[in-house]
């Protein structure tokens, strides 16, 4: 198993510009969620999906921000517009059940820079 | 608002020695609690998972243990090696929102 895969690993864009990250969870895994890493505030949930259906978005923090899973083996997050303040790590999580019923396993996560 | 905390924020010690990493949350309404290890650049690792009804859970040099009535845990490494270096956090899922709420962990140096 190849384990939870996220691209890009690294991506550096101009403020305004629209960025995509992309989510394979593993398969046979029927949640998928998406954090945000900073020093700042540690990690924060922003969405997570069960069977492809969003159930809780109030982490995403504006609507700049959404998310699609539009089948079991993938999903993405995109932000539009990217702002500096964007700036942070975001992973990519999947598991069998819910958050903490069975263990969450990470991607390595997409770096993300905004300038 | 369930707030969880870790101290130490860093933590260095000599090979060998035994420690302990702490955890503390605001809320003891929780259904469970997870330790979790990242490497740098890497995502998060599941260590161990702790059922609410549980008090310690036990994998090879590691063993966690939990008091939910005082809201602390703690993450007990053994024999610490250099490749036990990492950062260490704590997650707990509360049972009024059912999310995974993270400390901000500790940095775990292991010198030769």
Redesign the interface.
């Known amino acids: 198993d190849a384990g939870v895969i996220q691209s890009p690993r690294h991506e550096v864009t101009e403020m305004g510009q629209e960025v995509t990250l992309r989510c394979k969870p593993i398969s046979g895994h029927d949640y998928l969620f998406w954090y945000r890493q900073t020093m700042m505030r540690g990690l924060e949930l922003l969405i997570y999906f069960n069977n492809n259906v969003p159930i809780d978005d109030s982490g995403m923090p504006e609507d700049r921000f959404s998310a699609k899973m539009p089948n079991a083996s993938f999903s993405t997050l995109k932000i539009q517009p990217s702002e500096p303040r964007d700036s942070a790590v975001y992973f990519c999580a999947s598991s069998l059940g819910p958050q903490g019923g069975s263990p969450l396993h990470f991607g390595n996560g997409t770096r993300l820079t905004v300038t | 608002k369930q707030e969880v905390t870790q101290i130490p924020a860093a933590l260095s010690v000599p090979e060998g020695e035994n420690l302990v990493l702490n955890c503390s949350f605001t809320d003891s309404a929780i259904?469970?609690l997870?330790w979790?290890r990242q490497d740098p650049?890497?995502?998060?690792?599941?260590l161990l998972?702790i059922q609410s009804s549980q008090r310690e859970q036990t994998s090879g040099r590691l063993n966690a243990s939990l008091d939910k009535s005082s809201g602390r845990s703690t993450l007990y490494i053994a024999a610490s090696q250099p490749g036990d270096s990492a950062t260490y956090?704590c997650?707990?899922?509360s049972s009024n929102t059912?999310?995974?709420i993270?400390?901000?962990?500790t940095t775990l140096q292991v010198k030769p």
């Open positions: 259904y469970n997870q979790f650049g890497k995502g998060l690792t599941s998972l956090l997650a707990v899922i059912g999310k995974l993270f400390g901000q962990g």
